[in-house]
């Protein structure tokens, strides 16, 4: 069974800094980019990171760009968010999820592309304030 | 950035009702695009996704169509359990944006 479990959200003070965990298990988590996706209370969902297999790619929005580091441990099948700078505006749940995609063909080209968030996490609430 | 904008933001429906939610992006993103079910409390879960492609496990009254700029998640047949916000997300290009959510309710 696939399991992702969030885990280290809390009350935090404007400027301060915070780390978020996920654990991982029910499949090869080497095999597969993961993302953080946040959700303000009684608001939609936004994207905050991704990263790839090896964790040698990593986007970010461009609200935490500079602020957020996506990590990863594949060894022990976890990944991080490490949260600096903290603002009002990050209070959300933050959920972790496994990006999955398929392999096309772009101008002759094999190009792997993702495509869905298909498993999550319960989430965790981070909460930004003095 | 890529604006996905979902409409309508609300709608209420009985249950055995077919409703049809429309997602449209600010330029083209090909089929690059999901939908997501989520319930208050829980996270989303996915349903479609590659704008056509039912997600393993989902009922087949789900169904998405579209490309380009428009897209539509059509549920045919509403059963109670289907009361919750719908999500598109589109992956063609960074930063991967969603839609502002359709909220379906039982009138």
């Known amino acids: 069974e696939v399991q992702l479990v969030e885990s280290g959200g809390g009350l935090v003070q404007p400027g301060g800094s915070l780390r978020v965990s996920c654990a991982v298990s029910g499949f090869t988590f080497s095999n597969y980019w993961m993302t953080w996706v946040r959700q303000a209370p009684g608001k939609g969902l936004e994207w905050v990171a991704n990263i790839k297999q090896d964790g040698s790619e990593r986007s970010y929005v461009d609200s935490v760009r500079g602020r957020f580091t996506i990590s990863r441990d594949n060894a022990r099948n976890s990944l991080d968010l490490q949260m600096n700078s903290l603002r009002a505006e990050d209070t959300a749940v933050y959920y972790c999820a496994r990006a999955s995609g398929q392999i096309n063909m772009v101008r002759g080209i094999t190009q792997f592309v993702l495509n869905r968030f298909d498993y999550w996490g319960q989430g965790t609430l981070v909460t930004v304030s003095s | 950035d890529i604006q996905l904008t979902q409409s309508p933001s609300f709608l209420s429906a009985s249950v055995g009702d077919g409703v049809t939610i429309t997602c449209r992006a600010s330029q083209g993103i090909r089929s690059s695009l999901a939908w997501y079910q989520q319930k208050p409390g829980k996270a989303p879960k996915v349903l479609i996704y590659?704008?056509?492609t039912l997600q393993s496990g989902v009922p087949s009254r789900f169904s998405g169509s579209g490309s380009g700029t428009e897209f539509t998640l059509t549920i045919s047949g509403l059963q109670p359990e289907d009361f919750a916000t719908y999500y598109c997300q589109q992956f063609n290009s960074y930063p991967l944006t969603f839609g502002g959510g359709t909220r379906v309710e039982i009138k």
């Open positions: 590659a704008a056509s």
